[in-house]
């Protein structure tokens, strides 16, 4: 099932960079510049994630909150981000934890925005598995491929050493080669390039979009006994 998301307030270069790949990772992505305009819809519509442009629009920040987080309202229990500039990071503060579930400045890096992101909606924890991966992007004059091995693995989505040469929103073919079973096949998403520094490694984060046959359950079966 897709993930609903809703974008409230000005855009920032991150979620100018951001909007386009979620939506090809599945997540109906809507925008609306006001936060009176936006609350009144959130009365009525469930959203996943509210990312929201401080300071606000139209209603003061705690009014929106309220609205948010009132008894009844479909988005009660959403997942809240706000995105701050620097000078206001301390004053965004006191709404952590008291309504808002995370703060991203505004021009932090467009991974440090999609973590957040991906932590909110609760995408499936992540385990510590090498497993040799085979990835393929087909181009206009041919194809492109890769053997690689990933960094860590979970149901929706991999770290792969290396790959660097695959854009952010390439839609790539995978097959993992697991050991004592035939490959798991489906296709990829590049969600991000990794930080080398942070993340002492050099590669990307991928999130996949679709799997091969029974691969989605067998993958989950080596989980969860990983």
């Not at 009525?44 to 442009?53: A, G, K, P, W, Y």
């Amino acid at each position: 099932m897709a993930h609903e998301l809703l974008i409230i307030g000005a855009e920032t270069r991150a979620l100018k960079h951001m909007a386009p790949v979620l939506r090809r990772a599945g997540c109906n992505v809507s925008r609306i510049p006001r936060a009176d305009h936006a609350a009144a819809l959130l009365q009525s519509t469930r959203f996943d994630l509210i990312l929201v442009r401080y300071p606000v629009e139209g209603l003061t920040f705690e009014e929106f909150v309220a609205a948010v987080r009132a008894e009844g309202s479909p988005c009660r229990d959403s997942g809240l981000l706000m995105l701050v500039d620097d000078g206001a990071v301390a004053e965004a503060g006191r709404y952590l934890k008291r309504g808002v579930n995370r703060i991203v400045g505004d021009d932090a890096p467009s991974d440090r925005l999609l973590d957040a992101i991906a932590d909110l909606l609760g995408v499936a924890p992540r385990h510590k598995l090498r497993a040799a991966v085979q990835l393929e992007l087909w181009l206009r004059d041919g194809g492109r491929r890769l053997v690689t091995v990933t960094e860590n693995l979970s149901a929706t989505g991999m770290l792969v050493r290396g790959g660097t040469e695959f854009p952010v929103g390439a839609l790539l073919g995978f097959e993992l080669l697991l050991p004592g079973q035939q490959p798991v096949a489906g296709s990829l998403l590049v969600a991000r390039h990794t930080d080398r520094l942070r993340e002492r490694v050099e590669g990307f984060g991928g999130r996949i979009i679709s799997f091969s046959g029974d691969g989605q359950e067998r993958l989950s079966a080596l989980l969860a006994t990983g």
